[in-house]
């Protein structure tokens, strides 16, 4: 598709939602009790804004189109949507755990040592990826915001998908973001009906839904493999920087992570054998001292967290305790402990789903 088309189309799209989040704002910006939800939700507006002026400045040339540019853009855009979402969904809410899964962002810091590229596509993807999980709280437990919840997770969804098949061919990012700004524009018009019709009132925030146990029973298995899944990333990232860290500290060569052999592992080469040692045992330990912290300083979600860290990088290390010359039988019980700590992890997750449930269910509430 011609270029100058493709701008054209995305500034009226961004204009299009530009307009309706400021109408949004001047509809409900002396309403004490949307006030601050609508100041987050029409913030959103400045980040359009600057989309729609770029294609403007790339429509008439005063800017050359880059699509690696584009995504520097997107990724900051969509990073940033995702924290005022994330403030809009708690006021509505009031779920402050939700804040706790900002530590998955910390997947994409560690991205950064790979590649710029792999950095801000990591950063679009995990933003994408937390959207969901916040628009599966406004969806599952609301009759009030479950249109909206729904078409959020449709586009939450439809960005990880996007972004993937563009992780190589970067120059269909532009188009697909376009696509997405409709579905966003949706998900706006939603909410702005749905605050307009049930604002949320002090003492009785949030509509709790009796949903049909087989709902529950999908919402309850989506939640936990999105979160499962954010999990692994994250120890992975986790993992090699800790090896990456341990290497840069004692200087040794070509310190970098890379992907290979169906595998991410980081490339050090220290002229001392005993830093070799030392970036293992980094790599090893560090997603430990994690799980450690989270689980005796963090919320109850986090320590549900740090034993899936710990099952999950019982299973990493068994490459590394290879190099170091342990013997098989040690890896294998490496291996079976890891499998335990994933299963007992995963079960105590799914039952803090049900007993927070059952706690927010309407019955507790009458």
Not at 80 to 109: A, D, G, M, N, W
Not at 207 to 233: G, Q
Request: glycine share 6%; with cysteine.
């Amino acid at each position: 598709m011609n270029m100058n088309v493709l701008f054209l189309v995305s500034i009226a799209v961004s204009l299009s939602l530009v307009v309706l989040l400021l109408k949004g704002f001047f509809m409900f910006h002396k309403n004490r009790l949307l006030l601050r939800i609508i100041y987050f939700l029409s913030s959103t507006s400045l980040l359009y804004l600057l989309l729609l002026l770029s294609s403007f400045l790339w429509l008439l040339g005063i800017l050359s189109f880059l699509s690696g540019d584009f995504l520097v853009l997107y990724s900051i855009v969509i990073f940033l949507q995702t924290l005022l979402l994330l403030k809009v969904i708690i006021l509505i809410s009031r779920s402050t755990r939700l804040y706790y899964f900002l530590f998955f962002y910390s997947v994409s810091f560690v991205a950064f040592f790979y590649s710029v590229n792999v950095f801000f596509n990591s950063l679009i993807i995990t933003s994408f990826l937390l959207c969901f999980i916040f628009f599966m709280d406004l969806t599952f437990k609301s009759d009030l915001y479950d249109k909206a919840g729904y078409i959020g997770m449709l586009y939450s969804f439809l960005g990880i998908i996007f972004q993937l098949l563009s992780f190589s061919r970067i120059e269909l990012l532009f188009m697909f973001s376009i696509f997405l700004e409709g579905f966003f524009f949706l998900f706006v018009y939603l909410l702005l009906q749905d605050l307009k019709v049930n604002p949320p009132v002090h003492g009785n925030l949030f509509k709790l839904k009796n949903n049909p146990y087989f709902f529950t029973f999908i919402s309850h298995i989506i939640f936990i493999i999105v979160l499962i899944n954010l999990i692994l990333i994250g120890t992975i990232a986790i993992h090699e920087f800790g090896h990456f860290s341990i290497a840069k500290l004692y200087g040794c060569e070509a310190g970098k992570i890379v992907y290979e052999d169906g595998y991410f592992h980081t490339e050090a080469l220290c002229k001392d054998s005993s830093k070799n040692v030392l970036v293992l045992l980094g790599g090893i330990f560090i997603p430990f001292i994690t799980a450690i912290v989270l689980f005796f300083f963090g919320g109850k979600l986090m320590r549900d967290i740090g034993i899936l860290i710990v099952g999950f990088n019982l299973l990493f290390v068994s490459r590394d305790l290879s190099d170091l010359g342990i013997s098989g039988n040690l890896i294998l019980i490496s291996v079976f402990f890891g499998i335990s700590f994933l299963i007992m992890g995963i079960v105590i997750l799914a039952k803090s789903k049900v007993e927070e449930d059952i706690y927010l269910s309407p019955m507790n509430h009458k």
